[in-house]
């Protein structure tokens, strides 16, 4: 592995999801497989954001593969961001942003975790608190088992995703200052 290959550091445990109140924050929560190449975006996506100054009402969760492990989220956090990797037949690196309200909202060919997203997703809609979710995919063509890194078009989207995020997060978080 090389320098700039580093291995993902955690970003949080459990208990910074009840350590202060999140009504004024929102998530930023990358999914994905970092061990299958360009699947892994949304976990590149989440290391590369770490290493910012981030405003104070947004917080980052690697997400991994973690499927139905991740519903205590969103318990606490208003406003999710996804960020995940598509096999949508478009062009490595295009990015979608939709607004996913169930399993059949979703893109047609998400990749290998789709089953657990997807039942995350439907399980999020019976639970007494819906948070506002938002799903930014990056587009991949292809999956590549034991690869951590992304291909140059995928790892190019990176800094305007990251740029879409921030814009959006700032967007959602002052209107919902506006309905308070």
Do not use: W
Request: glycine share 8%; net charge negative; proline share 6%.
């Amino acid at each position: 592995m090389s320098v700039k290959e580093r291995p993902p550091v955690a970003i949080s445990s459990d208990s910074f999801y009840y350590e202060k109140n999140k009504s004024n924050s929102l998530l930023v929560m990358g999914v994905g497989n970092y061990l299958m190449g360009d699947e892994g975006v949304g976990v590149h996506i989440i290391q590369e954001m770490s290493k910012m100054k981030l405003p104070k009402y947004v917080d980052i969760l690697d997400g991994g593969t973690g499927g139905l492990l991740l519903l205590n989220c969103f318990q606490v956090y208003p406003i999710v961001i996804f960020v995940d990797a598509t096999m949508d037949g478009k062009p490595a690196g295009t990015i979608s942003l939709i607004r996913p309200k169930f399993a059949s909202d979703f893109p047609s060919a998400l990749s290998v975790h789709d089953v657990g997203l997807k039942d995350m997703i439907e399980s999020i809609y019976l639970m007494e608190k819906v948070p506002d979710i938002h799903l930014f995919t990056v587009s991949i063509e292809e999956l590549i088992p034991m690869k951590i890194g992304l291909c140059p078009k995928v790892k190019a989207a990176i800094p305007e995703l990251i740029n879409n995020i921030l814009n959006l997060s700032k967007e959602l978080t002052s209107k919902k200052s506006v309905n308070l």
